[in-house]
């Protein structure tokens, strides 16, 4: 098993630990989650065999790592959470603020987990199709279609409902 040198992995993460806490802080709104799966991810990567991978591929293997730990945290909150917190919590808010981040999150929380890193990496970190296939493990040609295809579902996410579905949905009399 062929891991990092000590000097290896300082220089990887001294170049790309912000980037990738920006990811997830971005993805997650939290700052203290952020902080916990940023870390996770890079001890992942340094208890993996990944001392044979250049510098683009370990980008690519932590910002997927980072993806997939945030997958599962939103699982598992989904789980023990459920919605009676969600509407506790709004019942208590005044201002409008925590209702707008809580649709957002639930908003961005609808897209699938790869939807969301698309989304964050070529419209927040601004990188090309080329370096977002490269982190996401992806064929260079597929990142536009399935940027596109994201693009969409979050536009679709955030269209109000129609006329008629609210009045379905006893929102709307």
Request: aromatic share 8%.
């Amino acid at each position: 098993m062929a891991s990092l040198t000590e000097a290896a992995f300082g220089d990887f993460y001294r170049r790309d630990a912000r980037a990738v806490w920006i990811y997830v802080y971005r993805a997650t709104g939290n700052a203290a989650d952020a902080d916990d799966i940023a870390q996770e991810a890079f001890v992942r990567m340094l208890r993996a065999d990944v001392g044979g991978l250049g510098e683009e591929e370990l980008r690519r293997y932590v910002f997927r790592v980072a993806g997939n730990l945030m997958a599962d945290r939103w699982r598992r909150s989904r789980r023990e959470l459920g919605p009676a917190v969600e509407e506790e919590t709004l019942a208590g808010d005044r201002s409008g603020d925590l209702i707008e981040a809580l649709n957002m999150t639930r908003t961005f929380g609808a897209l699938k987990p790869r939807e969301r890193a698309l989304l964050w990496l070529a419209y927040v970190e601004e990188e090309t199709h080329e370096e977002i296939a490269g982190a996401l493990g992806l064929k260079r040609g597929s990142v536009k279609v399935l940027l596109s295809r994201a693009r969409a579902r979050l536009r679709d996410l955030l269209k109000p409902p129609s006329r008629a579905a609210r009045r379905y949905h006893g929102a709307a009399r």
